[in-house]
């Protein structure tokens, strides 16, 4: 294996494991070593945080790895986004507010996609999980969003993301509202009059570029 070979395996490896303090040290090494941002992200970052995903959903993970996983992922990502800011120009292709809606408390998928929106020219911020109504809401007024993701992973919470979609209605915001996770589906973004929906973190970013700009 190359040394970059070998950074990203590590990478990965790190966010699997949830090593915060080492991730943030080889994510500036990848850097410096002359790899692209978006390289680092989707080779290495990425990896490691839907193997995360994966063993949660064999039951070799628990709650405290999963976590932990996506702390590491969100450090690394402090680290390469100024820098993948600097390779995009600054170009900005539209605003994004993301989170797990109210009740929920999975991460993982939620954090996937905001990353790699980031890394595809949307400014996102992320509010995490089990995030109420009225903070989604104060957020995309405050930024004047583009989009609201809203992620659900049980069906028992899969109610607030119509809460959500009719919230933003009554705010009169020109926010958009794609929705994801395990239950949701196309049928249902229908049902409750949302603007998208994507079964992945690839497809959120396609759906999001186009809810945005228009353009397919």
């Known amino acids: 294996m190359t040394e970059t070979g070998e950074v990203l395996a590590a990478l990965g490896r790190a966010v699997l494991e949830g090593d915060d ?4 040290v080889l994510a500036r090494r990848a850097l410096d070593s002359g790899l692209a941002p978006l390289e680092t992200i989707e080779r290495g970052l990425v990896p490691g945080i839907r193997r995360a995903g994966e063993l949660w959903d064999e039951g070799e993970y628990f709650l405290p790895e999963l976590v932990s996983s996506a702390q ?3 450090a690394a990502m402090d680290v390469v986004r ?3 800011a600097r390779h995009g120009g600054g170009r900005e292709i539209g605003r994004v507010v993301i989170g797990t809606v109210h009740g929920d408390i999975h991460d993982i998928g939620k954090t996937l996609v905001g990353t790699l929106l980031a890394a595809n020219g949307f400014s996102v911020t992320d509010e995490g999980a089990d995030v109420p109504l009225d ?4 957020r995309a007024r405050e930024l004047d969003a583009d989009l609201v993701c809203a992620s659900a992973l049980l069906t028992t919470t ?3 993301q119509r809460e959500l979609v009719s919230a933003l ?3 009169g915001l020109r926010a958009r509202v794609m929705v994801g996770g395990a239950p949701a589906s196309q ?3 229908n049902e409750i009059g949302a603007h998208g929906y994507a ?3 690839v497809a959120a970013v396609a759906v999001a570029h186009r809810l945005v700009t228009g353009e397919a």
């Open 21 to 24: 303090q080492t991730v943030v």
């Open 72 to 74: 590491a992922m969100k």
């Open 82 to 84: 100024p820098a993948l």
């Open 135 to 138: 903070r989604f809401v104060a």
């Open 158 to 160: 899969m109610a607030e």
């Open 169 to 171: 209605r009554r705010e």
């Open 187 to 189: 049928e249902w973004a």
């Open 199 to 201: 079964d992945n973190a």
